[in-house]
């Protein structure tokens, strides 16, 4: 291949790979008058994400979505993956971080319908965080207990630690040491739980870059405990 085809082709390989980047965005606010928090995944022109409840801290996966025209609609996921609300966002791509977005919730069983109000409280693009000091990007992975973070901040997606933190007090209650050198952020998507033997296991999946780490639910020293 000459100079030319090649330079061609790493450039084409170099956009491959920057239109694949994700970028997160975090929100805070109300649907109805619940506090909620709200995670927004972008890769290209999909979008799709997950929120909670503040009071219960469980996250509720939202499908997959595109932006259609200068509004957004996302449907609301049960543990099985069907749809059970839609959720509706006027002006998704304005900063909300000056002025809130605003939108609807409706129930699909029986056309209930509340307000949504978000305001933007952290951005985490490639290699760096908004605002500056921002510490971690929530999963969408939990257990009946816990759930988990993230930290971002400080090194270029890198992933050093998994927050746990307790749902009936939102506060970190451990934190679960990585300890591997390639293991980088997948997004919401980073952090995986699984029943393994009746144990519930948090996890790194492995990747060409990361060997992959994998934590156990040790009950009676009410802690996770690494395994690799």
Not at 91 to 103: E, H, R, V
Not at 112 to 129: I, N, S
Not at 164 to 176: C, E, F, P
Request: proline share 4%; net charge positive.
């Amino acid at each position: 291949m000459n100079t030319l085809g090649k330079c061609l082709l790493g450039a084409g390989l170099l956009g491959l790979s920057l239109g694949a980047q994700a970028y997160q965005s975090v929100y805070q606010g109300t649907l109805g008058k619940q506090a909620i928090t709200l995670v927004i995944e972008k890769t290209n022109d999909y979008k799709h994400g997950f929120y909670f409840y503040d009071r219960y801290r469980t996250p509720i996966r939202l499908k997959r979505s595109v932006n259609a025209g200068r509004q957004l609609f996302m449907d609301e996921l049960d543990s099985a993956g069907l749809p059970t609300a839609r959720l509706k966002f006027y002006n998704p791509d304005d900063n909300a971080a000056t002025k809130p977005i605003l939108g609807t919730w409706t129930a699909y069983a029986n056309a209930r319908q509340l307000p949504l109000e978000l305001r933007l409280v952290a951005d985490f693009g490639h290699q760096q965080a908004w605002p500056a000091g921002t510490a971690s990007l929530p999963q969408a992975a939990s257990t009946e207990r816990f759930y988990f973070q993230i930290p971002l901040a400080d090194d270029h997606d890198r992933v050093k630690t998994i927050e746990v933190i307790d749902k009936a007090s939102g506060k970190r209650v451990q934190t679960l040491d990585v300890g591997l050198p390639g293991c980088y952020s997948q997004g919401i998507d980073s952090v995986k739980v699984r029943l393994e033997g009746g144990s519930t296991q948090v996890l790194l999946e492995a990747n060409s870059y990361c060997l992959g780490k994998v934590f156990e639910w040790r009950e009676a020293k009410g802690r996770f405990e690494a395994l690799n």
